[in-house]
């Protein structure tokens, strides 16, 4: 049997992050090979040339799960129907900024399309916000889409995991599929906490906790966390952009893992609305490691928490409930 088409919204569509994004969502890399699909393209007024260039591009990509393209600066139009939404359109951070900085420019966005989503969307929309300050973008969507279960928006935080396991993979001399279960903690900014005390490297046929290995203890105490929590303020020093290629990427494994769920023991991590869990503040988008079920994440449980962590997940937690403060205050003006 065939499968029904799902329709998806693209924020941002004709900015740089989408320009690569667009392909795989349209060529079967997150909801599968046999998945055809319609894509929603939402930008602004002024982006609208842009856009029918990229309309352009993906018609001549010739793919054949995309049964059809749908450009509009119109956010009724977007999100009419929509099954899952990747909401890119913010403006990025430039040398210098802070992603916090980006809180009063961007957060509006994220009200406006919280409503356009809960008036147009399908209730069972899967919304993932890559535009930042990501984490708290994303609760204020969820507070302006009261309708939608809070379950269904998570922020990313899959960039700074691939970053991570990047990193270890390096290090430890492995191929990136031999590193598994490390954990990015807290906010997608510099005070995020990734945390290689769970992961796990597979070498020379055996597997290893890489915490064990008391050669790489200060390095993983140091430069691998500040490395990965400054990659983002890295690529744009170098790029005098941001990252695009990779963030892309990441927003695919996201979404992928989310709608095909999580293989085994092996956990990802995802901004999610905190329940409290590992003594989170709640009620604030928390990155945690999860395991997703048909389509349902799940916080991994039990990891235990040293004091050095304790004092990382509380310093992040506390950036958010700061920026909530901000941003429900400029929802307000
Ligand atoms: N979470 C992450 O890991 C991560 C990683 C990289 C970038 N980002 C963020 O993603 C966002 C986009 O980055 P980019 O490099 O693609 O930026 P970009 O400037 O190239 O593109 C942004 C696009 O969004 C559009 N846009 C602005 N307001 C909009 C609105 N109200 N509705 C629809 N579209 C709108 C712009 O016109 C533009 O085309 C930035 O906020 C950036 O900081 C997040
Ligand atoms: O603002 C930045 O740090 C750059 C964009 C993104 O958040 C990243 O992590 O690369």
Known sequence: MP??????????????????????????????????????LLDIPVMMGVLEGVVMELMDCALPLLLGVVPTADPAEGFKDIDAAFLVGAMPRKEGMERKDLLAANVKIF?????????????????????????????????????????????????????????????????????????????????????ARFAVVTKDGGE???ADS?????????????????RGAAVIAARKMSSA???????????????????????????????????????IIFSFPVLVKDKQWTIVQGLELDAFSVQKLQQTGQELNEEKEEALAVCQD
């Open 111 to 195: 009200k406006v399309q919280g409503q356009a989503l809960d008036q147009h969307a399908k209730k069972t929309v899967k919304v993932l916000v890559v535009g930042n300050p990501a984490n708290t973008n994303a609760l204020i969507c969820s507070k302006y889409a009261p309708s939608i279960p809070r379950e269904n928006f998570s922020a990313m935080t899959r960039l700074d995991q691939n970053r991570a396991q990047a990193q270890l993979a390096a290090r430890f001399g492995v191929g990136i599929d031999n590193v598994r279960n490390v954990i990015i903690w807290g906010n997608h900014s510099s005070t995020q906490y990734p945390d």
């Open 214 to 230: 008391a050669a790489d203890a200060a390095w993983l105490q140091d430069q691998f966390i500040s490395t990965v929590q400054k």
């Open 245 to 283: 290629m990779s963030a892309a990427k990441a927003a695919c494994d996201h979404m992928r893992d989310w709608w095909l769920g999580t293989t085994g023991d092996k956990y990802v991590s995802m901004g999610v609305i905190s329940d409290g869990s590992y003594n989170t503040p709640k009620d």
């Open 3 to 40: 499968l029904e088409p799902i329709r998806v919204v693209v924020t941002g569509a004709a900015g740089q992050i989408a320009y690569s994004l667009l392909y795989q969502l349209a060529k079967g890399d997150v909801f599968g090979p046999d998945q055809p699909l319609y894509l929603h």
């Open 208 to 210: 290893s906790r890489v």
